[in-house]
């Protein structure tokens, strides 16, 4: 969601009714209770369930909708997702969701879903906007953290499991963002040309799933899909969404999404955001909704839109909340936040998405008996990096940092040196650089916006430098040159730096913001010049040579609002990685990431381990990992590009970032590893990959037709001296008898299994139906893909054990290994 400088973090509310003369329910279709209710509500009534209100005096739920207490409707809040309640005040940080689906665990997201929804509640919230399950289509997309996967399955699995343990609790779900939402680049203007069966393939499955588990709400998203706005697409909200999946609940805008009056004609029921040029202080005037507002109350008086279509998206808001027992007398009770229990599932998860990309000679675990001299390198191993950024930054309960955790680890004997390495923070930039002189502290007091800063800043030699920014009590921008605006502000994170290029002499600065109601807006400007920059790795490189073993955390900061310049770790840390390898032998990489990264130093590491965006337990699950309590469980969600070049998207700028404001998602259903195969281009880690502190074997299988679908039996055997678990990976080969474009192999079912050492287990992959079909554009449905079909059973996308073979329309042939 998009957020508004000026105002404090957005978040959520969904609201109860009053209004008289509505129309009767549809034919065909038994009154309801809301129904009845909408019956006796005013015009002003229904118009004030169709448009978020905010209340400038609470800052734990300004977005909300007022409620008819003469109707006994309650009012209605609501809050960001999907990795914690973003409540404007700590709570339980979860794992970024990437991570949550790297575990292959649907236990575990329906656990996660159980933490946001029991946290929720206990906040006094009634809905949150998560889960997202958009596609990781593009490598370089900025919210790739906040979704799970390339693959539908992965995607549609996880998402499910998440809405049912969110809902489980009393919270309402919203699933976002709808449709085709792949990129934040151009986000709120980019046209996304997309066939049918590519959308109905590869994006729409993690919707799908999601409703079918009775997901409330769906957000719809800024972009424009095939020339008319998500937001106001018959096709996608009528069409798609409520015939073909048969969605009962409402659907909202992501914030300002809302692009016209009669969107409520073509299925939008609700309008989020308040579109305003300056801040309102507490208590001022808050308007309407921009078109679901006064102008949507004249087109109704008008007839320009029926009254039944206003009455019909107030009741499918009021139904939900009727569903979930808001109506009732005696509402659900709300539970007390449970942070302990909270935490040991976020520890659980981030160990269980922990994803080791490489072992060599079994290097983890480290031993902590014999562990006396250890290295620690890196920012984030003393500021833990906790959560991505932007409307789903969650402030944490509290979080140890990875060099405490670790150095517990090892207790009082050992010898654990700490360097900064990659220096993020640096000095305040002199006076003598900025003209006019700029002075940090308070910039604008509180509701003020505007232009904080307009000058120039004069750098002394050509390199890469940092621009780093502290900021309270507001959120801003600050552009240099002709570059993209970098985003500050209480969202971001308590300090924002940023790498840029720049060359010796003198750069225009502009920067502006906008102070919340209650608090001034402060902000202090530092800089890491090139010389700082380079006397930090010399510093590093000093500590790892004199230890046994060097520890590099290494991090990107994912972030809502613009995609990664390039894939390749930001800053100088590719540079300081290198220079520790050379000079320590056994260099350990920790990698906080929100997505895939380029590794060029990778042979020179002998071990590295991908915590992604790890949560407020994600130091201890960090330090159980290095050294074996704990097992990395993860595999990769989605594939890790060998270089830039070698992409989906790279050298189509069709693709991505698109041309004259329009993407064509011309690599149609071959997304991700489907891309890989069919281009024949080697990754530098597949999907699925993912390492143990065991191995494993797969012996005996066999494939069964079924009335739903098809299993394949495989028996897994624990060939190590550890316990560990493994996820049994089963693909489809394409049908000889379609005559399409298709994938190499898709993911047809996984199942994840624990083993103890030398312990073998019967385990059974079930595949839905669904897998052996395709979507049949003519007939405008799914339809089988008979004939033999290729059935691989592996490790990985790249790593196939078994194979053998199904009969799509006749029982399964025997298998072969």
């Not at 929804?117 to 990781?136: K, L, T």
């Amino acid at each position: 969601m998009r957020r508004i400088i000026w105002v404090p973090s957005v978040f959520l509310a969904v609201l109860a009714l009053l209004s008289l003369g509505a129309a009767p329910a549809s034919p065909g279709r038994t009154e309801s209770r809301a129904d009845r209710l909408v019956a006796q509500m005013t015009l002003d009534e229904k118009l004030s369930f169709v448009h978020w209100d905010y209340d400038t005096t609470d800052k734990t739920a300004p977005v909300h909708l007022p409620g008819v207490p003469r109707l006994g409707i309650p009012k209605v809040r609501a809050t960001d997702g999907p990795a914690g309640a973003t409540i404007g005040r700590p709570s339980i940080a979860m794992p970024a969701p990437v991570g949550l689906a790297s575990s292959f665990d649907e236990e575990l997201a329906e656990k996660y879903g159980q933490v946001l929804g029991r946290e929720g509640r206990a906040f006094n919230q009634d809905v949150i906007f998560a889960p997202m399950v958009n596609s990781i289509r593009v490598p370089q997309a900025g919210r790739n953290f906040e979704t799970f996967s390339e693959d539908p399955l992965v995607t549609g699995r996880t998402a499910a499991a998440e809405v049912r343990g969110i809902q489980s609790q009393g919270l309402m779900a919203t699933v976002k963002h709808y449709a085709a939402n792949t990129q934040e680049n151009n986000r709120m203007g980019v046209d996304v040309q997309v066939d049918e069966r590519t959308l109905q393939e590869t994006e729409l499955p993690g919707f799908e799933a999601a409703v079918e588990a009775g997901a409330a709400s769906v957000m719809c998203a800024y972009n424009k899909v095939n020339g008319e706005p998500a937001c106001g697409n018959g096709k996608l909200l009528n069409d798609i969404l409520r015939e073909q999946l048969r969605f009962q609940g409402w659907v909202t805008s992501d914030w300002l999404a809302t692009q016209s009056t009669d969107a409520i004609t073509k299925g939008l029921d609700q309008e989020l955001g308040i579109d305003v040029a300056v801040a309102i202080p507490p208590g001022g005037e808050v308007p309407g909704g921009k078109y679901f507002g006064d102008t949507l109350k004249e087109a109704v008086t008008d007839g320009t839109v029926p009254m039944a279509v206003l009455d019909r998206a107030v009741s499918r808001i009021v139904g939900q909340m009727d569903r979930f027992g808001l109506l009732d007398e005696n509402q659900p009770p709300r539970p007390e936040r449970d942070v302990a229990g909270g935490t040991a599932v976020a520890e659980e998860i981030a160990e269980s998405g922990a994803v080791l990309l490489r072992n060599q000679d079994r290097t983890l675990p480290l031993d902590a008996a014999t562990t006396d001299d250890l290295a620690v390198i890196g920012p984030t191993a003393k500021t833990p990096k906790v959560t991505g950024l932007g409307s789903s930054y969650v402030v944490p309960d509290a979080a140890t940092a990875p060099l405490d955790a670790i150095t517990g680890k090892l207790g009082e004997d050992a010898h654990v040196s700490w360097a900064v390495g990659e220096e993020i923070e640096g000095e305040t930039i002199p006076a003598s650089a900025l003209n006019p002189p700029f002075t940090g502290g308070t910039v604008l007091q509180p509701v003020e916006s505007g232009v904080i800063y307009d000058g120039e800043l004069t750098v002394p030699e050509d390199g890469l430098y940092r621009i780093a920014a502290r900021v309270t009590g507001g959120n801003g921008a600050i552009q240099i040159d002709d570059g993209t605006p970098i985003s500050v502000g209480e969202v971001f994170g308590k300090l924002t730096s940023v790498p840029l290029e720049l060359t010796a002499g003198t750069h225009t600065v502009r920067i502006s913001g906008g102070a919340v109601v209650d608090q001034p807006m402060t902000l202090d400007l530092r800089w890491v010049t090139p010389d700082r920059a380079r006397q930090a790795i010399d510093r590093a490189v000093e500590t790892a040579r004199e230890a046994s073993t060097a520890v590099v955390f290494a991090y990107d900061d994912g972030a809502e609002g613009s995609d990664r310049t390039s894939l390749s770790l930001p800053g100088r840390q590719n540079e300081l990685i290198e220079a520790v390898a050379a000079v320590n032998p056994r260099t350990i990489v920790v990698l906080n990431t929100g997505s895939s990264i380029t590794m060029p130093w990778l042979d020179e590491t002998r071990a590295v381990l991908d915590m992604w965006y790890p949560g407020q337990a994600g130091a201890e699950a960090t330090a159980d990992l290095l050294f074996g309590d704990a097992e990395p469980g993860g595999r990769l969600t989605q594939t890790f590009p060998a270089s830039e070049q070698a992409t989906p998207v790279a050298a189509h700028p069709e693709r991505y970032p698109g041309v004259d404001g329009v993407v064509r998602q011309t690599e149609g259903i071959h997304t991700g590893y489907r891309w890989y195969d069919r281009e024949g281009v080697e990754p530098l880690f597949p999907f699925g990959h993912g390492l143990s502190y065991t191995s494993f074997a797969y012996e005996n299988p066999a494939v069964q037709r079924a009335a739903d679908g098809f299993d394949v039996d495989v028996t897994v055997r624990n060939t190590g001296d550890r316990a560990g678990s493994d996820v049994v990976q089963v693909y489809l080969g394409p049908s000889p008898e379609l005559r399409l474009d298709q994938a190499v192999k898709a993911l047809a079912g996984y199942e994840k299994v624990e083993l103890e050492p030398g312990e073998s287990r019967r385990v059974r992959v079930h595949v839905a139906e669904r897998a052996l079909q395709y979507w049949d554009t003519s007939a405008g449905g799914w339809q089988l893909a008979g004939g033999e079909r290729r059935v691989l059973i592996g490790s990985s996308s790249d790593d196939i054990r078994l194979t053998g073979s199904v009969q799509a329309d006749r029982p399964a042939q025997r298998t072969r290994s």
